[in-house]
């Protein structure tokens, strides 16, 4: 029995039809997975595990004074900021444990985790779409994935929240409170811990 797909709190949009947790092998390097919210930080917790050497990457809208001081240098639009933080393992599970609710419930948050080491990705994208990336070799996550219950199906076959969207049927992301915490404090919070500003990117 298929489960009731759950949309993330922060995503609002009537019409979902079709849409199902699971996932399409992309190419030999990329797994593309569509995920019911509360699926979410289970399957992500366990890729990171996967990962040598990981580092933390989240990815927040500017404020509008962040956009205001662009537009002063020309640089008018809408802009995102990328941060990234070296993590260990147990770090991952804790800022996972401690923010990942936030983080996946928020419209406006992309996150993941990339590799020192090897060309390897986790990226929790817009519309509760997740690329697992292990270049040439996405065997480890495929494993994963079957041993969590996540349907495999043909690319034809998989529905995306986002192809689903039209002129009758937008989606509206917004950004979400959750225990009196935005996207915002954990950026605040993180710094404390070495948390940095690697660039600062206009949205397409």
Same mark, same amino acid.
């Given at each position: ?20 947790? +699971?996932?399409?092998? !992309? ?12 699926? !979410? ?29 662009? /537009? ?5 639009? $809408? ?8 993590? $260990? ?14 983080? !996946? ?11 020192? #080491? ?19 070799? $996405?065997?480890?996550? #495929?494993?994963?994935?079957?041993? /969590? ?7 034809? #076959?998989?529905?995306?929240?986002? +192809? ?41």
């Amino acid at each position: 029995m298929q489960e009731n797909f759950k949309i993330i709190e922060g995503l609002n949009i009537a019409d979902i039809s079709g849409v199902k947790t +699971s996932y399409s092998i !992309i190419n030999a390097s990329e797994i593309n997975c569509v995920l019911s919210a509360e699926r !979410i930080k289970s399957i992500v917790k366990k890729a990171v595990k996967l990962i040598k050497k990981p580092y933390f990457f989240i990815e927040v809208p500017c404020t509008d004074a962040q956009e205001t001081e662009l /537009s002063k240098h020309g640089d008018s639009g $809408t802009h995102m900021q990328i941060y990234n933080l070296e993590v $260990t393992h147990d770090v991952a599970d804790a800022i996972l444990k401690r923010y990942g609710d936030l983080l !996946i419930n928020d419209g406006l948050t992309n996150f993941g985790f990339c590799s020192l #080491e090897t060309e390897t990705e986790i990226y929790v994208m817009p519309f509760q779409n997740i690329m697992l990336y292990n270049k040439n070799d $996405t065997s480890g996550f #495929e494993k994963l994935l079957k041993e /969590s219950n996540i349907p495999k199906v043909k690319p034809e #076959e998989f529905i995306t929240i986002d +192809s689903l969207l039209s002129n009758s049927n937008p989606a509206d992301r917004v950004l979400v409170e959750l225990n009196g915490e935005t996207v915002f404090d954990v950026i605040e919070n993180l710094t404390e811990v070495g948390l940095t500003l690697y660039e600062t990117i206009k949205e397409e």
